[in-house]
């Protein structure tokens, strides 16, 4: 039914709202069972009726897992998506003592709307911006930047913490903050089916051997998937505390000490687990000759984390980046070291896996045209935004 006016709008995201969320889990079942069907397809020669009918014991194993991962995942997203935004942006909470001019713009307009005054939060950046979130009247928060504050007048910051109330009223925000989730929990399962299955083609079915095999890289993998997300946030706060200055910068640094810590904690949880569970990854890492040739890899693992708290510490501003970027490719070079000859374990090669040779060698004809373009525009990129990003400059 089409919305008409205020009121109809404000009833038309509310009912949004409820349908994205029973949606959810619908296409969570979705990617499930999608996932299940290419395991199969992969993993048997057999058709399409079979194949399906394997697919659906699959996901009947498989949809209470799917089914508790995205309501934890609903929780956790509605009672601390603010504790996420904040940590992110660096907001603090502030009260009439703080700013007696911001607040009371902000409670006269509540006033003059009826509604509960929200939260009023703001961030150290010299950006001109401001935003809502929250789920409902006890969450609900309004952030605005110190560079806003500094820059506009009664009149206009008025007129902005009235956009955002606006929003606030009219359930654009909670109908946000659903489309978040429901994209965090689509992204999540689609990225977990991928790696369990196709990389691993993991499977609910087997033997208690099988079963017992099946789970071990079922947690392995889980482990894996932390430690990439894990990776990601650690490049990214080094970046940007090489790439800015001021509070970003401090904010990124205070972050950066855990997350470094925290994968070197993933890190020695898989290289641990990984030898209990396959015994040929064992063999592989812990006898000689091998031993000594791999050795140098957990060092240089332990000494790139020791360097970058060290760098922190000190706050110099390239070196955890770097480090950082070393600390991940010791990282992958050491799975690498686990996994070779196999692309697909615990089975299939790099040599089976790939393709016949006219293919190859048409896609090295490609290659060679493509790659040094990808290059090129890529340390021209670099190139181009080299430096500190500071307010008020322009691109080199």
């Known amino acids: 039914m089409a919305a008409y006016g205020l009121y109809s709008h404000i009833q038309s995201n509310r009912r949004r709202s409820i349908a994205l969320l029973i949606g959810l889990f619908f296409l969570v079942y979705v990617l499930v069972y999608a996932g299940a069907l290419l395991a199969a397809a992969l993993s048997l020669d057999a ?10 014991v699959d996901f009947l194993n498989a949809a209470p897992f799917a089914t508790l991962g995205a ?57 001109l911006n ?43 925000v909670r109908m946000m903050v659903v489309a978040v989730i429901i994209v965090g929990v689509i992204s999540f399962f689609a ?9 691993n083609g993991l499977s609910f079915r087997g033997s208690r051997s099988d079963e017992r095999r099946g789970r071990g890289a079922g947690i392995a993998i889980l482990v894996a998937i932390g430690l990439l997300v894990v990776a990601y946030a650690l490049l990214g706060s080094t970046w940007l505390i090489m790439k800015t200055e001021g509070a970003l910068q401090r904010r990124m640094i205070e972050l950066a000490r855990p ?21 040929d990854v064992a063999a592989r890492w812990f006898t000689l000759p091998n031993l000594i040739f791999f050795a140098p890899v957990p060092i240089l693992v332990l000494a790139a984390t020791l360097g970058i708290l060290h760098f922190l510490k000190r706050e ?13 490719f010791l990282g992958y070079s050491g799975l690498g070291i686990s996994l070779w000859p196999h692309i697909i374990p615990p089975d299939i090669t790099i040599r089976a896996a790939a393709g016949p040779p006219q293919s190859l ?11 040094p373009i990808i290059l090129t525009y890529t340390a021209w990129s670099y ?12 691109y080199h």
């Open 47 to 56: 058709d399409l009726d079979t194949l399906m009918r394997i697919a659906w």
């Open 71 to 127: 309501a934890a995942w609903i929780v956790v997203a509605y009672f601390f998506h603010q504790n996420m935004i904040d940590a992110v942006t660096g907001g603090r909470e502030i009260q009439r003592s703080d700013d007696p001019r911001l607040y009371t713009i902000l409670e006269n307009l509540c006033i003059s709307r009826g509604i509960p005054t929200p939260r009023l939060k703001v961030i150290e950046s010299d950006a």
């Open 130 to 172: 401001a935003f809502a979130t929250g789920m409902n009247a006890k969450q609900y928060s309004i952030t605005v930047t110190t560079g806003l504050l500094d820059r506009l007048d009664d009149a206009e910051i008025e007129s902005v913490l009235g956009h955002e109330l606006t929003h606030i009223r009219n359930g654009d």
């Open 191 to 199: 990225e977990l089916i991928f790696r369990l299955w196709f990389y």
């Open 259 to 279: 997350i470094a810590l925290a994968l070197l904690g993933v890190i020695a949880v898989v290289s641990i687990w990984t030898p209990f569970v396959h015994r």
């Open 316 to 328: 110099t501003h390239s070196a955890p980046f770097l480090l950082a970027l070393a600390l991940v």
């Open 361 to 371: 060698g048409f896609t090295l004809v490609g290659a060679l045209f493509i790659v």
């Open 383 to 394: 190139y181009v935004f080299r430096g500190k990003v500071r307010v008020g400059e322009g």
